[in-house]
């Protein structure tokens, strides 16, 4: 299945893979499966900026599916179709 990714403000994997938008083409079906497959092509790096030292999804992250539904760490395995696109990007706060 092929989805497009994107990464804005989130240098930690777009520097590592070379782009900033993508499609991509996955075994799998649900947002789990996009990031294990960015995991799986580019390794420790790309691992590091999505989940801790303990295996937990990093809480700053925020992912987008087709510009209009948020879809929490708790809700990864969302279902995804032929030309979904997802946003992944960073929660800032500032003052």
Excluded: C
């Amino acid at each position: 299945m092929r989805v497009n990714v994107e990464f804005l403000g989130f240098p930690m994997v777009s520097d590592v893979i070379g782009k900033k938008k993508l499609e991509v083409e996955i075994a799998g079906t649900t947002v789990k499966d996009v990031i294990d497959e960015f995991i799986g092509r580019y390794g420790k790096k790309v691992r590091g900026a999505f989940y801790d030292g303990k295996g937990n999804f990093d809480v700053t992250i925020q992912i987008v599916l087709n510009g209009k539904t948020f879809v929490p760490a708790d809700r990864h395995h969302t279902p995804l179709s032929e030309g979904d696109t997802l946003v992944f990007t960073l929660l800032l706060a500032g003052g």
